[in-house]
């Protein structure tokens, strides 16, 4: 590149001179906070300001548009065809900020930024520790952690609201993605300790549609993955209550109100010999895989790519956490034939 000369520089005639003058960066994160929450009281919140800052922002943003960027329906705000362009904008400029922040960061010999993460309830388990790790090696990173359903994380994924999301199932029928399996999902038939199934070998799907289920609300990807396999087989299962938490259905298996389909992942902490119990039933473990997932064309930030990159990476020790949880899991990974390595992807930076 040739030094920087002054008689040779020509500004840009897409210079935006208005706006730079009449509109500041907080006002517009006032703004993409509040079209990203639906709440001018969340926004506050979120940034640790009094709402009638938020508002007074707001005003001095429309005011220097010269149009309405809001209109109220009911108790709540959505934001006009205005707003929504200003949002757009936002999330472009705010994308291209956060890489040039990292960049900075880069030259300076550490990694800073910010991560956006929305994963579906059961990756709760799991997902910590891997940020940890990857917090560990670097540190100037910030995370933000969204944990929801799946038919939730698909609202999401179709707003942008985040860099990556870890599912249980890529939504490849719903949604044009990139999905890059990296860590094994087995689900498992869970029975109280007492049950007297415990210790049986081979246990037929009939028999266990003979007992009372307790599944995951609707919008669960779990849930689904249960029904189908009973579908599968012309069974239909008994069951009892659902319930919006995998901690719920474990202290309600535990106090003999039924059994449950969960991912072996649920048992992490207390591992596999406590109360709950895990059941030899024929055709389990249902082995899935993990995914990280963001919509296709979609140019990640720098910070995205790296936690990209660290997660494929990171998909052997995963393997072995969940072997050393359930040591029988051993068996089905190697039987298994739907669940690939994860690969690496094309491209992706270190």
């Keep these: 590149m040739p030094p920087f000369s002054e008689q040779s520089y020509t500004p840009p005639a897409a210079m935006p001179d208005f706006l730079i003058r009449h509109v500041t960066l907080r006002q517009l994160q006032v703004f993409e906070a509040i079209v990203r929450l639906g709440s001018f009281t969340r926004a506050a919140e979120e940034l640790f300001l009094t709402q009638p800052t938020v508002s007074m922002q707001i005003k001095k943003l429309a005011d220097s548009l010269g149009l309405p960027l809001f209109e ?9 065809e205005a707003g929504m362009e ?26 800073a930024g ?28 910030d995370v933000a952690l969204k944990v929801s359903n799946r038919d939730r994380i698909i609202e999401r994924i179709h707003a942008n609201e985040d860099d990556l999301y870890i ?30 199934l415990v210790g049986q070998k081979n246990i037929t799907l009939e028999r266990i549609a003979q007992e009372p289920l307790i599944l995951r609300e609707p919008g669960s990807g779990i849930r689904d993955a249960a029904l189908k396999v009973f579908d ?16 719920a259905i474990k202290h309600a298996i535990v106090g003999g109100l039924g059994l449950s389909v969960l991912s072996l992942h649920t048992l992490t902490l207390e591992g596999t010999e406590g109360p709950v119990a895990i059941l030899d039933v024929k055709g389990f473990p249902i082995m899935r895989q993990w995914y990280l997932v963001y919509p296709k064309g979609k140019e990640l930030s720098l910070v995205a790519r790296a936690f990209l990159d660290f997660a494929l990476e990171n998909e052997p020790r995963m393997r072995e956490r969940m072997e050393d949880l359930w040591p ?9 034939k739907t669940c690939p390595p994860a690969k690496k992807k094309q491209g992706a930076s270190k």
């Design 114 to 141: 910010r991560l956006r993460l929305g994963v579906i309830t059961t990756a709760k388990y799991f997902t910590p520790e891997v940020l940890g790790e990857f917090c560990q090696l670097y540190p100037g990173i």
């Design 167 to 196: 599912m249980g199932q890529a939504p490849t029928d719903q949604l044009d993605v990139e999905a890059f399996p990296f860590a094994p999902n087995p689900l498992v038939v869970m029975a109280p300790r007492n049950h007297p």
């Design 72 to 80: 109220h329906v009911g108790r709540n705000v959505r934001p006009t």
């Design 232 to 247: 599968a087989a012309g069974l239909k299962p008994k069951v009892r209550m659902e319930l919006g938490s995998n901690e």
């Design 86 to 111: 200003v949002y757009a904008s936002c999330r472009k400029l705010f994308e291209t900020l956060a890489n040039l922040e990292m960049t900075m960061a880069d030259l300076k010999g550490i990694k």
């Design 328 to 336: 029988q899991l051993s068996a089905h990974l190697k039987d298994c």
